[in-house]
Antibody, heavy 125, light 107 residues
Framework: EVQLVESGGTLVQPGGSLRLSCEVS????????MSWVRQAPGKGLEWVAN????????NYVDSVRGRFTISRDNAKNSLFLQMNSLRADDTAVYFC??????????????????WGKGTTVTVSS | DIQMTQSPSSLSASVGDRVTITCRAS??????LNWYQQKSGKPPKLLIY???ALQDGVPSRFSGSGSGTEFTLTISGLQLEDFATYYC?????????FGQGTKVEIK
């Protein structure tokens, strides 16, 4: 069974740091891009960051660039999100998601087909 | 960044109704548009990818169409389990962006 399990969410003070983890199983992890997506309380989905198969390419939403770092350990089937300089508006449920793709005529079309249940990060004093 | 705008933001419908949700992109995204369903307290679930391809296991009453800047998600014959929030998302460029969501409620 394909499974993603996030952990590491907790209450942290503004300016603090946190490292989220996502352990995956049931598929060949090193063959997939992976994403982090968050959802603030009562709000919509916001894509945060993604990373390619070998970790050599990373992308971020502007609001976290320079504060958050996405990484992966393919030997341990794990994805990480290092979060520094946390702010109140980083409070959210953080989901990890697998990015699969469909290919046609040399183009790759990506979509997030498997999601974890999420881990909650609360930034408050 | 590509802005995704969904309409309506919410709608009320009855079981058996045909429901259409629209998603507009601020620039052309070809067919790089995905649709997700999210129920309260749960992670999103992929319904449609590449504009119109039905994800495995998703009922055929769900369909997607469109290209360029305008896309639609249609539910033909709304069922009780379809009451949820629906999001579009573009994968044409980074940062990936989602629409603000459309909440489908029971009339």
């Amino acid at each position: 069974e394909v499974q993603l399990v996030e952990s590491g969410g907790t209450l942290v003070q503004p300016g603090g740091s946190l490292r989220l983890s996502c352990e995956v199983s049931g598929f060949i992890y090193r063959q997939y891009w992976m994403s982090w997506v968050r959802q603030a309380p009562g709000k919509g989905l916001e894509w945060v960051a993604n990373i390619n198969e070998d970790g050599s390419e990373k992308n971020y939403v502007d609001s976290v660039r320079g504060r958050f770092t996405i990484s992966r350990d393919n030997a341990k089937n794990s994805l990480f999100l290092q979060m520094n300089s946390l702010r109140a508006d980083d409070t959210a449920v953080y989901f990890c998601a697998r990015e699969d793709y469909w290919t046609a005529r040399g183009f790759y079309y990506y979509f997030m087909d498997v999601w974890g249940k999420g881990t909650t990060v609360t930034v408050s004093s | 960044d590509i802005q995704m705008t969904q309409s309506p933001s919410s709608l009320s419908a009855s079981v058996g109704d045909r429901v259409t949700i629209t998603c507009r992109a601020s620039q052309s995204i070809s067919v790089e548009l995905n649709w997700y369903q999210q129920k309260s307290g749960k992670p999103p679930k992929l319904l449609i990818y590449v504009g119109s391809a039905l994800q495995d296991g998703v009922p055929s009453r769900f369909s997607g169409s469109g290209s360029g800047t305008e896309f639609t998600l249609t539910i033909s014959g709304l069922q009780l389990e379809d009451f949820a929030t629906y999001y579009c998302q573009q994968s044409y460029s980074h940062p990936r962006t989602f629409g603000q969501g459309t909440k489908v409620e029971i009339k």
